[in-house]
């Protein structure tokens, strides 16, 4: 018997301003009661520590939140120097603690070189990641350490803000799958004194930043037609896509799983598809034979009221 819903179908994305000692998960579930909403998921998860943008998905914007996944990110944060920890963030145990020799600026920036552009990562034990079936951060919590294979990451932009006698504060602009708990240890083994993070937040996902974020205290506040103008349409996460209009017979087609042919195509990879009347479809993708296919299509229903910019 399936379960029954209790819920409202509500499609749309928010960007939520995550307060400090909340995981994601719990963010998750505060919104969800908050819109009673019978689907919804976030886009990447938050330590408990970090605070910033988190973007949540719900109904069938779930479908496409892989788009935001795979995406790049921006960060502030500040590392900790001197000291090593279990987590690599504030709230582990003391693994090692250093002197921090005196640095000035361009003896940080040429440590910092090291790292920017394309480098391998090693994954840090408490992380979401699994290794032969189960959670890394479950084995990190039973005294179990893994070998983790390197990652390749991209830090695109690695900036100095501020720094002192103890720590740095730095403006990281990544790659998706990077992990800056991983970046500050590697640091601060550079520095050759430790460190971890002290503080984290998140200052962008893709085009998506932290000015067009709401916190939770504010979300709580709102009427229920406020909370739901604050969402953004389905369409809105895959703004960076090209656009292509479809015909009503193409789009017929293309929504029953049919590769669908375009005359004069003159774009390639993923798309951004609408109706000619301006109805969001979903994500499409050129096949090697010049077709459109579909590749995450949404319910078309969830798209009412909701039209091409």
């Known amino acids: 018997m399936s379960r029954r819903k209790t819920g409202r179908d509500i499609d749309g994305m928010l960007l939520l301003d995550k307060s400090p000692g909340m995981s994601s998960n719990g963010a998750v579930q505060r919104v969800k009661r908050l819109f009673q909403a019978n689907k919804i998921g976030h886009t990447g998860s938050l330590d408990p520590i970090a605070t910033g943008l988190l ?8 479908k ?20 090593t920890t279990t987590t690599a963030d504030i709230e582990g145990d003391t693994v090692d603690e250093n002197p921090v020799p005196v640095f000035d600026e361009s ?7 090291r790292f920017r552009g394309e480098t391998d990562q090693v994954p840090p034990m408490y992380s979401a990641l699994k ?7 479950d084995l990190a919590r039973k005294g179990v350490e893994v070998p983790r294979e390197p990652r390749k990451v991209i830090i ?27 970046l500050a240890v590697d640091i601060g083994e550079s520095l050759g004194c430790g460190g971890h993070v002290e503080q984290l937040r998140r200052l962008a996902v893709g085009k998506f930043d932290l000015g067009q974020a709401v916190p939770l ?6 009427s229920d037609e406020e909370r739901m103008s604050l969402l953004l349409p389905l369409s809105a996460i895959a703004d960076e896509l090209p656009l292509l209009n479809l015909p009503d017979e193409l789009a017929f087609f293309l929504r029953r799983g049919q590769a669908v042919f375009v005359p004069k195509l003159a774009v390639g990879g993923l798309l951004r598809l609408f109706t000619n009347e301006g109805a969001f479809l979903g994500i499409g993708e050129v096949t090697d034979a010049g077709m459109v296919a579909p590749r995450r299509l949404v319910r078309e229903s969830a798209t009412s009221g909701q039209r091409c910019a």
């Not at 939140?65 to 120097?81: A, C, H, I």
């Not at 003896?107 to 070189?113: E, R």
């Not at 932009?157 to 708990?181: M, W």
């Not at 205290?217 to 709102?222: K, V, W």
């Open 217 to 222: 205290s504010r979300l709580e506040a709102l």
């Open 131 to 137: 290794q032969g079936g189960q959670r890394l951060y």
């Open 55 to 62: 973007p949540l998905c719900l109904g069938e914007a779930t």
């Open 107 to 113: 003896d940080l920036d040429a440590v910092l070189q």
């Open 156 to 182: 695109y932009e690695l900036c100095l803000l501020e720094f002192g006698a103890n720590y740095l504060d730095l403006e990281v602009h990544c790659s998706k799958g990077t992990y800056i708990r991983s």
């Open 64 to 83: 496409l939140s892989g788009f935001l996944l795979n995406t790049d990110k921006r960060y502030y944060v500040r590392v900790r120097l001197g000291r």
